[in-house]
């Protein structure tokens, strides 16, 4: 954007000069407006958004944030509000009103023309997060004895309308979906061919009901532009874009990233985030955990009166515990990630549980043994340790094999548990399965120094 | 796919019977036959591999593992392979090549014939996880003063080879990109028109020597099935496909999420890690944070007499070092998640600074209320934090102020300060953030205590 626009632009905000914004907004695109509104007050982005032509309007709006899309449609006269609702694409829309309380909704489905509401209704109606919310209703569909001359003429009548015409799906009079074609393959033809002639009957298409994540999957398994959704019968109900499906796994993988860290996924960048929105999203996973580890101290308390005697067990005591922690961080995330990608599924728990099992082991062994190393070198240069140095090596050792094998295990059943119960398995945060294993991992050290130190430290 | 077939399939693959294995692969497209060879062993692997077609068996390869691929190109005869490698799309074998040793390399590039060959350099010639490295040159390129009547001609001509015809490009006689126009234009006008007449000059590019994620987060804003690629003369070099970018959107994510996790990326699934490869990644991550987290040790060594004088702080010390922990996860997660997505860059270090700082000392105070509360009220029911329980309980909440605050403003400071030595923010792992403050919190804790405490336990 070259910098004398910038300027105009900001010059025509501030005196609040209308016609002059309006021209100057006329060579950006949609994005760059909503990028423009984006860092400016309430009373900035209504005016902005008034001062756009309607097409221009209901390009920007997609690109807003949530929030600004709130706040914009709060400052909008209710002509202007049904205007842009009603240019909005039918699955922009569907992921608007979802985000929006029923009263609102209710309203503003009220604001659009009988045909729209009604297609509205029907797709807010699908299942939250399945494929029924995420297509659109505005494809192309032809029949098996058109010619693919008539096809063009289709395309060109109607295909203005059309999320896309890089694929034109064939229907039968029942409005069931018999095969996609290319618009590659109508090029190629001579215009007197019946589409019979170049359809394979052969076609991947999604169901209303699916989740969202399997629509994400088949994109990318099968290299498509739009995938067409079915319903039970088989009737060809809208399609899905590829556009809508990169938005959509990264806003997942987002949320993903944010819970493996701990956090609960916040809605919007985390600058545009209100601080004290933010502060609710963190301070009640923080407490959670905090709750959790509270039992930490409990556990520890059972095991004071062996602190007292063996003050250097108290020495190792977090570097011990939180190698459980790492350990089950590491498994439960590989876990977590191989269901979201569908590698894994509940079913496969046995082998799951056994390669953790060794995973455990052999983990265990190596930080095992660098622990004893630790213990033994520094025992050989001070007197830290005191004369049952080895002994305290020996506690070391196996308390890491104990815990980390134990903090593998665990963290790698812990998503399968989850997802078995119908809870997301991404619950299973990196430091959620550090908690659950600190705990355990106390007991587990303390007994077995129990074991090894009774009748010389203890 | 119907059981029949499966039954068949295996038979055929059992008795190496490549006739009726060709026959009965026919009916399936390359990526139900790559899961079909995902779980088998080599042989099996490079035998179903061997009875495709040529153009199947390229459709496949697409599909297969990185691992399959050298695999399978192991297997093969140097005729095959040189079909193989011809066949391949020119972004899809710099995808293969790249991985492998370069010795590998010059002996395949050696296979391709002239013009291949030269193209395969060029395209490896760009910087890795550059957008150079993704493009293909299979474009459709016309010039302005064609009429829409001859680009429909060239695109019945070239079209075939071309990744996407969705959008065509103009370029002016010394291949330097004019404009994109969508096919949907093209359709609408008619056939005399020439193309100057339909190009309004606007156009989104990348550059061949963008970094990869750019081209993700371009292909995010503007919603387009393919994007063009030009030289720093401007020249039209290449195109980057959705599907293309899709995928590798989930691969950096899949990278991000594991390293969050505390673990190095795999790059194949779990399950089809070899043990030893899995226990070399998780192994380096684990020792590494082991050696870091046995500094906690060395700092607890100082506190040995107090820990000796004052038991009842080690029973506190997971909690309160855990929680600083999970703080600074929180934290990093959210600036590393934020800095990918472009949301972030280092510039704003001193905003989110300021950010982190409040929400460091209102979530310590929200967990120093809660611990404080703890030991208030168990001290009520008990006696088992004595009669000073009142200091203890000011030392807890104290303490939790400090290494919260610690542990939020150092989470997110330490992805900048990693990006501006020029690594990726994402090594801030969870766990590793956890050890760093693990070591501080337990100084900032025993500090604390040695000034509440003096001249009572202490």
Chains 1, 2 share one sequence.
Request: charged letters at 20%; proline letters at 4%; one cysteine or more.
């Amino acid at each position: 954007m070259p910098v004398m626009t910038t300027v105009s632009i900001a010059q025509a905000i501030r005196e609040r000069d209308k016609a002059a914004l309006t021209s100057a907004l006329g060579a950006l695109s949609g994005f760059e407006i909503a990028e423009l509104m984006a860092n400016r007050i309430e009373e900035d982005q209504a005016f902005i958004f008034q001062a756009l032509p309607p097409a221009l309007a209901a390009e920007t709006f997609e690109y807003l944030s949530l929030r600004s899309q709130k706040k914009v449609l709060h400052a909008l006269s209710t002509k202007a509000l049904a205007d842009i609702l009603e240019a909005m694409a039918p699955d922009d829309r569907t992921a608007l009103l979802q985000e929006l309380p029923d009263a609102i909704v209710d309203e503003y489905l009220k604001l659009l023309p009988g045909q729209e509401r009604s297609l509205a209704i029907t797709l807010l109606g699908y299942p939250k997060d399945s494929v029924g919310r995420l297509m659109t209703p505005d494809y192309l569909a032809v029949k098996m004895n058109w010619t693919v001359e008539r096809v063009l003429q289709h395309i060109r009548a109607y295909g203005h309308d059309s999320e896309t015409i890089n694929v034109i799906y064939v229907v039968d009079d029942h409005d069931r979906l018999i095969d996609d074609i290319n618009i590659k393959d109508l090029l190629f033809v001579p215009p007197a061919y019946t589409v019979s002639q170049i359809t394979d009957r052969k076609f991947v298409a999604l169901s209303v009901n699916d989740k969202a994540e399997k629509a994400i999957l088949l994109f990318k398994e099968y290299d498509r532009v739009a995938l067409p959704v079915v319903d039970e019968q088989g009737t060809l109900r809208g399609i899905v874009t590829v556009d809508d499906i990169l938005r959509l796994a990264s806003e997942k993988n987002t949320a993903n990233v944010q819970r493996i860290g701990g956090t609960e996924a916040l809605d919007e960048p985390y600058m545009q985030t209100p601080f004290l929105h933010l502060m609710k999203k963190r301070a009640r996973w923080l407490i959670l955990l905090f709750l959790g580890e509270m039992f930490t101290a409990t556990a520890m308390g059972f095991f004071e009166g062996e602190i007292a005697k063996a003050v250097v067990l108290a020495l190792f005591l977090p570097l011990i515990i939180s190698s459980g922690g790492n350990a089950g961080s590491q498994s439960s995330t590989l876990i977590i990630r191989a269901l979201a990608l569908g590698e894994l599924k509940i079913g496969d728990w046995f082998r799951i549980l056994r390669r953790e099992i060794s995973s455990g082991l052999f983990l265990g062994c190596v930080l095992g043994v660098i622990g004893f190393a630790r213990v033994t070198i520094w025992s050989s240069v001070s007197s830290i340790y005191g004369a049952h140095w080895l002994l305290i090596a020996i506690t070391i050792l196996l308390a890491l094999i104990g815990v980390v094998f134990w903090g593998s295990t665990a963290g790698a059943m812990l998503p399968l548990i989850l997802k078995r119960y119908g809870v997301d398995p991404a619950v299973a945060s990196a430091p959620l399965v550090a908690t659950l294993v600190d705990v355990t991992g106390i007991v587990i050290y303390f007994l077995i120094a129990l074991v090894v130190l009774r009748g010389t430290l203890l």
